[in-house]
């Protein structure tokens, strides 16, 4: 658990961090140079999966057995036979990326602009492919710390090397300062590897037995055959369960900026939409899910332990909770994403039009929150295999319906809008009958009813203040209007009795305080 808070703490840290240059480069590039930025990043995910998707994983457990053995020199065999895997797939699919930079820029997406941040982004693969085994292998030592630490210097060398490059490139045209941007995201790269392989070298006797091991790479990768095959027996299949959403969000991307040329949309104007959408709106709207991932984390040792001893009754009550403190939750969110969503557009990204897409997401944002914990729940009872089918279910209605609705003018983006607000809610409804059917699960009716009550009284305190002229002062509004708003739904939740401090102990960090 000490392990997990830390990287739990190192990605909320890192998710509010990376909040920064979300809404600074829209001011620097605009939103056409946000969608250049953002239309390369769904192919390097595939890619990068391909080659990570389940190697780190199953590093991490290896070495965490062979270290139980107190077997040094196995643990660093795993090591470098992990490193030849990625760091060959990395080389290879960098070459490839970077040969294909061309053809991939002008047939699969419509802005052939996009060609000099796809060239800038093709180095990070190799990149990725590297530090994601170290990741693993100090993972697989129960040492969280240079993997923190390693994302945080990634991120804080991101975020200014993004907005500086951007900002240097930007005389030369939007397409080379979206281009500068990619630039910046591969010098945090570089800056993360460099700190976790200083952390690695630090230790002299595993620098060592890792120097033995290195010498003759093919005779050392002959000697590890067995070892490889266990690398690829565990990865696999968490690669293909995870390639399905990668693939997913490649295909989205493609998908909505060729129905939008469909819909007779300027190639100028899709790539500003899809910037819009993928760049500004959907972070927003995933920034709060950083509680209820620690709430999905905090419940996958815990259903897993319950699910050893076949207690069902801690299942049950386990998961009522988790569910019920992810509604809890993430409801003052959603109202908040909804009834202030054109002071928060204006504010964060200044761009005309851009609350419309975020008024019609902010009340699917519950079923974001809602899926984690059920997502959670099917991967701690070995039922990886329905998560997967539903996510696949979900993934093929998105892409029909972004193709029929997006290409028609009367639609355009929000169509594309609709179609993956349908895929949250078709993924969301499939996990919970998939875990109902399991456990033979259900909650009470009541909660949702409760959470339904205040988040209504929380909505409305929230617009009576913001639209009543009480102050000429737009921006006062808007923060009495957020402050008074999770105040009234803070009353509501006492009042109602929506959590009560058996929950509390459920959420990382203040869990352990109450009493």
């Known amino acids: 658990m000490k392990g997990t808070l830390i990287l739990l703490a190192a990605g909320i840290v890192n998710r509010i961090l990376g909040f920064i240059p979300r809404i600074a480069l829209p001011r620097v590039i605009g939103a056409e140079g946000v969608g250049l930025y953002q239309m390369g990043y769904p192919f390097l995910i595939v890619i990068i999966t391909i080659i990570t ?47 294909a930079a061309s053809w991939i820029t002008q047939h699969l997406f419509t802005d052939d602009r996009v060609y000099y941040t796809f060239l800038w982004m ?9 530090s994601s085994v170290f990741r693993g292998y100090f993972q697989g030592r129960q040492n969280m710390i240079p993997t923190a630490v390693s994302q945080v210097c990634e991120t804080l060398m991101r975020i200014f090397f993004v907005l500086f490059f951007a900002y240097m490139m930007l005389p030369r045209g939007v397409e080379y300062a979206a281009a500068g941007a990619m630039a910046g995201v591969l010098v945090g790269e570089i800056g993360g590897l460099l700190v976790i392989m200083f952390y690695y070298w630090r ?96 419940l996958i040792p815990s259903l897993s332990e319950a699910a050893a001893r076949k207690d069902m009754k801690t299942i049950h009550k386990r998961l009522q909770q988790s569910l019920r403190l992810a509604l809890v939750t993430g409801a003052p969110f959603a109202v908040i994403m909804y009834v202030l969503a054109d002071p928060i ?43 997967l089918v539903n996510t696949f279910i979900g993934a093929a209605i998105k892409l029909l319906l972004i193709y029929w609705l997006a290409s028609k003018p009367s639609f355009g983006i929000l169509g594309a809008i609709m179609a993956i607000n349908v895929n949250i809610i078709v993924v969301t409804i499939l996990h919970w009958f998939s875990v109902s059917r399991l456990l033979k699960f259900s909650m009470d009716s009541v909660d949702f009813f409760k959470v339904g009550a205040s988040m209504l009284i929380m909505g409305a305190a929230c617009y009576m203040c913001m639209n009543t002229n009480w102050t000429d002062s737009y921006i006062w509004r808007f923060i009495a209007s957020s402050l008074l708003g999770i105040l009234v739904y ?16 459920r959420i990382p960090f203040i869990g352990n305080k109450i009493q």
């Open 345 to 387: 557009c204006h504010y964060l990204f200044n761009i005309p039009d851009l609350n419309i897409m975020l008024k019609m997401m902010a009340p699917i944002a519950l079923f974001i929150y809602f899926q984690a914990p059920l997502q959670a729940a099917l991967q701690a009872l070995d039922k990886p295999g329905s998560a």
């Open 203 to 298: 230790n002299r006797k595993g620098y060592k037995i890792f120097t033995k091991v290195a010498i003759g790479s093919m005779s050392a990768l002959k000697s590890n055959k067995n070892i490889i095959k266990r690398i690829f027996r565990i990865s696999l299949p968490v690669t293909a369960s995870r390639l399905v959403g990668s693939l997913s969000y490649f295909l989205e991307s493609i998908v909505i900026v060729q129905s939008l040329a469909i819909a007779g949309v300027a190639t100028i104007t899709a790539t500003a939409q899809y910037g819009m959408l993928q760049g500004m709106i959907i972070p927003i709207i995933l920034l709060p899910s950083a509680l209820t991932f620690s709430l999905s984390v905090s």
């Open 490 to 505: 803070l009353i509501c939740v006492a009042v109602l009795k929506l959590v009560d401090k058996y929950d509390l102990r």
């Open 53 to 99: 998707g389940g190697i780190p994983l199953a590093l991490s457990k290896l070495i965490a057995e062979a270290e139980a053995q107190g077997n040094e020199s196995r643990i660093q065999r795993l090591l470098w036979s992990s490193l030849a895997i990625t760091g060959t797939l990395g080389v290879f699919l960098t070459v490839i990326s970077i040969s």
């Open 122 to 130: 093709s180095p990070i693969i190799i990149l990725v492919s590297i």
